[in-house]
């Protein structure tokens, strides 16, 4: 028992040494840190911002406005149904939404697409399912 008590004493002497790191110190971590999640997050960016610049070209102007701007009662649960099979991150959805809104849809259905899209996508409930 005194061993362990031992063990866990030098634990927190190290945590403690490594809490006194200057932020210099801590510098490469931080970077390290910030890489890894700019490369997760790069490829959804990119595939967003090619959605959205395809559909701002190729999408005829009152499209969007014409099922999803008309502002029935209807229209916020057919935009969550629309984006539910999708996955995507929230940077990556933002240049999509972007398009929705120029193309004439309120932006209380668009926010409803885009929350669909991030937080109840088919991919990410089998994956909860699997949990």
Same mark, same amino acid.
């Given at each position: 028992?005194?061993? $362990? *008590?031992?063990?866990?004493?030098? *634990?927190?002497?190290?945590?403690?040494?490594?809490?006194?790191? $200057?932020?210099?110190?801590?510098?490469?971590?931080? $970077?390290? /840190? @910030?890489?890894? #999640?700019?490369?997760?997050?790069? *490829?959804?960016?990119?595939? &967003? #911002?090619?959605?959205?610049?395809?559909?701002? &070209?190729?999408?005829?102007?009152?499209?969007?406005?014409?099922?999803?701007?008309?502002?029935?009662?209807?229209?916020?649960?057919?935009?969550?149904?629309? @984006?539910?099979?999708?996955?995507?991150?929230?940077?990556? #959805?933002?240049?999509?939404?972007?398009?929705?809104?120029?193309?004439?849809?309120?932006?209380? $259905?668009?926010?409803?697409?885009?929350? @669909?899209?991030? &937080?109840? /996508?088919?991919?990410?409930?089998?994956?909860?399912?699997?949990?």
């Amino acid at each position: 028992m005194g061993q $362990t *008590l031992l063990a866990n004493d030098q *634990l927190k002497e190290e945590a403690y040494e490594e809490e006194k790191q $200057t932020f210099r110190q801590k510098l490469p971590e931080i $970077t390290r /840190s @910030a890489w890894e #999640i700019v490369r997760g997050v790069v *490829l959804y960016v990119i595939v &967003g #911002i090619a959605i959205g610049a395809a559909m701002h &070209g190729y999408v005829p102007e009152n499209f969007f406005a014409q099922y999803l701007g008309t502002g029935a009662w209807w229209t916020v649960p057919l935009a969550v149904i629309l @984006a539910v099979p999708m996955y995507a991150n929230a940077a990556g #959805i933002v240049p999509v939404i972007q398009v929705f809104v120029a193309k004439g849809v309120p932006i209380g $259905t668009a926010i409803a697409f885009m929350m @669909a899209t991030v &937080g109840l /996508s088919l991919p990410e409930a089998t994956l909860l399912k699997r949990l």
